[in-house]
């Protein structure tokens, strides 16, 4: 016979005791005894019943724990352990009930603890509802008067939204897969705004469809925000955990994903009261700046007067320096007219004077020394021209000069 240690031996108890799938999924019903709790917040204790003990260990933090007292009768969910050092074997509780809870309940309490612990019931996850839905989709028995509650409430509140009906049996063991399986469809089908999960109320029994871990997680996958809405107020159902948000009763459901259109009319009224008040403040507002700025200008304004004044003097002196001016300058003009005509060869002529010229060379001849016996002359008169031949005349023994009244040019003289 083989000698095995004690070490050898306890490891083959743990492993045999601790791979069990009995002993590791395990509900004890017995009465608390030598309860003990350590600084840390342990409880220690014992189960028994009339014919045996079992030692119990549960940590602090598990469900349940303020249940125990001594001689208080619970139903304790847990695994057996084998503690090496002490050789001893612990009921290892996780779970703490008063006794002669079902086990729905209890089962509800295990998935509601693990669904809980991996973050399916979180406030942070939780999305907020659209304010003005278009479209509600709804998870219900067509038949019950579930649906027909949500017709009439959505009717009275805001009659343009659309219900969706996604048809579903709420109770039975068929009814999870569907509940899911509508879930899904609205999903897909992508029209609906918010999805609202609603039954009637009814035992544990009727409503555990909506603890089923199946539709927990068919409505923490829905993309779309989700009211779940099942029983009556009292009742709660896992759903309601996962829910983005929960409603008393399926009425209420339908109050709360719809505005009511009474409260909407009293909000556009006092918006629309708001809004008269603040344009009429602001046309009283600026008025009182056009006021303002008009009498601003009214001090600064140049006095149009005075100026309007000042012109009628300055176009009143300007005509009289432009008469003035014009009456200088007529003079100026009719004065040198009369230079100029007394200048005009036609009028020196018509007093009797001549030009005489050399009819070969037409020079004007100015002096007698010009002038030979036998020259071919011109001579020109007011009325035309007389041609002359210069003959022998009898000249005076001294030929005095007079001064000459000449026409600049004009080659025209007289003897004075």
């Known amino acids: 016979?083989?000698?095995?240690?004690?070490?050898?031996?306890?490891?083959?108890?743990?492993?045999?005791?601790?791979?069990?799938?009995?002993?590791?999924?395990?509900?004890?019903?017995?009465?608390?005894?030598?309860?003990?709790?350590?600084?840390?917040?342990?409880?220690?204790?014992?189960?028994?019943?009339?014919?045996?003990?079992?030692?119990?260990?549960?940590?602090?933090?598990?469900?349940?724990?303020?249940?125990?007292?001594?001689?208080?009768?619970?139903?304790?969910?847990?695994?057996?352990?084998?503690?090496?050092?002490?050789?001893?074997?612990?009921?290892?509780?996780?779970?703490?009930?008063?006794?002669?809870?079902?086990?729905?309940?209890?089962?509800?309490?295990?998935?509601?603890?693990?669904?809980?612990?991996?973050?399916?019931?979180?406030?942070?996850?939780?999305?907020?509802?659209?304010s003005f839905p278009k479209v509600i989709g709804v998870v219900t028995s067509p038949s019950g008067a579930v649906f027909h509650d949500i017709q009439n409430v959505i009717q009275r509140r805001y009659p343009l939204v659309e219900l969706l009906l996604a048809p579903s049996l709420v109770q039975g063991p068929k009814a999870a897969a569907e509940i899911v399986a509508a879930i899904e469809g609205l999903n897909r089908d992508g029209r609906a705004d918010v999805i609202v999960l609603a039954r009637g109320g009814g035992a544990l029994e009727e409503l555990w469809p909506f603890n089923e871990e199946i539709v927990a997680r068919a409505i923490y996958a829905s993309h779309i925000p989700t009211v779940s809405a099942i029983g009556h107020e009292t009742d709660f159902t896992i759903s309601d955990r996962v829910a983005d948000l929960r409603a008393p009763t399926p009425s209420a459901a339908a109050e709360i994903v719809a505005p009511d259109q009474y409260v909407l009319r009293q909000q556009l009224d006092e918006v629309l009261a708001y809004l008269d008040r603040a344009w009429a403040y602001q046309v009283d507002s600026r008025r009182d700046d056009v006021a303002r700025m008009s009498g601003n200008l009214e001090g600064i304004l140049p006095d149009t007067g005075n100026w309007r004044r000042r012109?009628?003097?300055?176009?009143?002196?300007?005509?009289?320096?432009?008469?003035?001016?014009?009456?200088?300058?007529?003079?100026?003009?009719?004065?040198?007219?009369?230079?100029?005509?007394?200048?005009?060869?036609?009028?020196?002529?018509?007093?009797?004077?001549?030009?005489?010229?050399?009819?070969?060379?037409?020079?004007?001849?100015?002096?007698?020394?010009?002038?030979?016996?036998?020259?071919?002359?011109?001579?020109?008169?007011?009325?035309?021209?007389?041609?002359?031949?210069?003959?022998?005349?009898?000249?005076?023994?001294?030929?005095?000069?007079?001064?000459?009244?000449?026409?600049?040019?004009?080659?025209?003289?007289?003897?004075?």
């Open 1 to 130: 016979m083989a000698v095995y240690t004690v070490s050898q031996v306890s490891q083959h108890v743990k492993e045999v005791l601790e791979s069990d799938p009995l002993l590791a999924d395990v509900l004890v019903e017995g009465e608390v005894s030598n309860l003990r709790v350590s600084s840390a917040g342990h409880s220690y204790f014992s189960l028994k019943d009339e014919q045996a003990l079992l030692n119990c260990v549960m940590f602090r933090g598990q469900p349940g724990a303020e249940l125990l007292a001594a001689g208080t009768a619970v139903l304790v969910h847990g695994r057996l352990q084998f503690y090496e050092p002490r050789g001893s074997t612990d009921f290892m509780v996780d779970l703490a009930m008063a006794a002669g809870v079902g086990e729905l309940a209890l089962e509800l309490e295990r998935l509601t603890l693990r669904l809980e612990a991996e973050g399916l019931f979180d406030e942070s996850r939780k999305r907020p509802l659209p």
């Open 311 to 416: 012109v009628d003097d300055i176009a009143r002196g300007a005509g009289i320096t432009l008469t003035n001016r014009l009456k200088i300058t007529r003079m100026q003009v009719e004065n040198r007219e009369d230079r100029v005509r007394a200048l005009d060869p036609v009028a020196t002529l018509r007093r009797g004077y001549s030009v005489v010229q050399q009819r070969v060379t037409g020079q004007v001849v100015t002096n007698v020394d010009q002038v030979e016996d036998g020259d071919a002359l011109s001579i020109t008169v007011s009325d035309g021209l007389v041609e002359a031949t210069a003959g022998h005349a009898v000249k005076p023994k001294t030929v005095i000069r007079k001064k000459k009244a000449v026409a600049a040019g004009s080659g025209m003289e007289r003897l004075i």
